[in-house]
Nanobody, 121 residues
C-alpha cells in the first residue's frame, strides 16, 4: 500500500517561491506516475502537474512556466518547485501516486493528506 506525506506548504508573498516535497513509501515508487493536485476553498480539486514513471511531465496552463515538477527515484520523492506565486495559487496541495491496473495487480491511486499554500501580502 502506497503512503504519501507532503511537506513544504507555507505562507508566502506574491512573487515568492516555495518547494513542496512528497515522500512515498510502500509499493514500487519508480513504476508510479506522480502528480500534484490542488484544491482551493469552494473549488474542485484540479491537476497542477504530473510526471510519469518515464519522466515525462505535464502542467496545467495556469502554472506553465512558473512551476516545475521533478522526482528523485532513489529517495522515493517528488517535488513541486513553485515560482512567481500568485494569490490564485492559494490552495491545499495534494500529492498523488497512480498506476493503472495490471495483470494480477489492482490499480494504485493514493493520496497524501495535503499541505497548505497561502499566497498573500
Amino acid at each position: 500500500q502506497v503512503q504519501l506525506v507532503e511537506s513544504g506548504g507555507d505562507l508566502v508573498q506574491p512573487g515568492g517561491s516555495l518547494r513542496l516535497s512528497c515522500a512515498a513509501s510502500g509499493g514500487i515508487f519508480i513504476l508510479n506516475d506522480m502528480n500534484w493536485y490542488r484544491q482551493a476553498p469552494g473549488k474542485q480539486r484540479e491537476l497542477v502537474a504530473g510526471i510519469t514513471s518515464g519522466g515525462a511531465t505535464n502542467y496545467a496552463d495556469s502554472v506553465k512556466g512558473r512551476f516545475t515538477i521533478s522526482r528523485d527515484n532513489a529517495k522515493n520523492r517528488v517535488y513541486l518547485q513553485m515560482n512567481s506565486l500568485k494569490s490564485e495559487d492559494t490552495a491545499v496541495y495534494y500529492c498523488n501516486a497512480y498506476r493503472s491496473k495490471g495483470f494480477g495487480r489492482p490499480e494504485i491511486n493514493a493520496w497524501g493528506q495535503g499541505t497548505q499554500v497561502t499566497v498573500s501580502s
